[in-house]
């Protein structure tokens, strides 16, 4: 008992202390004035009502008749009539039982005139006053916790969505990298294995270009992205690299623009697009060399590569080197992204990639 107790005075010591000085107020305050304090079980008895009254127009009374909005018109005066009858009856029984007894002694009888009506009816405006108060401003910041608590909970669920979507995006992009790094791997071995058997002393460097490019494809997966420049110096290794495999010249033109070097992109897509320049095309013909140029303008980033086509190599016919790119490039930047590919008349195949840079 003794627990419950000390809970409830913990969950409400506001409304205790609230009322605690008001009634200690009140009472002095009037009997200052009258020059006459009342009976101890009188102020127990009558607070004891008006106490009750407050807190069933803030939890009974004032709830049912907002309920509705197009009832409030007619329901507010009729709660606020019903229960100054019911105030009026248990102040009236209150005196009367007061009086019967000899509590009250300044008075013999009490009668429900005129007189005793408008009095309460004072004190019943009185404290409706305070209880309407008390009830608004609760509702009041009720609303504004729940509204706060759903707004919170919408943020929330977006941070969640947009947590989601990029663990969603970061597995497809390393999924689709996943099938790049083997690729590369092969074609890379196969290059020094060529180049074993025709120049074995080329063979060391090789190695160690082949490694470089092989932790550069290994520790791109460690970031979503990758400074071009870095790239680009492996895009200038592979290309080296093809040279040493076929022993002869080869004729790519290289060029990244100064305002490129700094800016981040998704690793892999020039030395993939190199890559497939190696495999599909025919680099040897000075008139007609290759081309892969990165540059910026009006805050987009081009990528754009041509060469001219191999017919001696036997074509697979997929592109799934092109649709993988693709498929990394708008996971990663979205739909805003510009990416054609494909021949431009009889023997030259060409690939343009247009990047917003405002991502």
Known sequence: MIKIIKKCIKKYWIHLLAWGVFIAYETVLIGLIYGVFGNLLTYCLHYAIVISYFYTVCFIGLPWATRFKNQTFYRIPLIFTVLF?????????????????????????????????????????????????????????????????????????IINEERMADMLSKSHNDFLRAQINPHFLFNTLSYVYNNIKINPEDAGEAVIVLSDIMRFAIDSGVDDMVIIKDEMAQVEKLVYLYQLRKNQSIFIDLYFSAETMHLRMIPLVLLTLMENMFKHGNLCVEEKPALMAVFAEDNLLFIQTSNLVSYTIEKIGTNSGMKNIESRLRTAFGENLKFTYGLEGEDLFRVDIVIPLGR
């Open 85 to 157: 009858c019911i105030y009026l009856f248990f102040n009236l029984g209150a005196d009367m039982l007061l009086i019967r007894y000899h509590i009250i002694t300044h008075k013999v009888s009490v009668a429900l005139n005129r007189d005793y009506v408008l009095s309460t009816l004072y004190r019943y405006i009185y404290f409706s006053g305070f209880a309407s108060a008390y009830y608004f401003i609760r509702t009041y910041f009720f609303e504004k916790k729940r509204s706060n608590e759903l707004e919170e909970q919408r943020l929330l669920a």
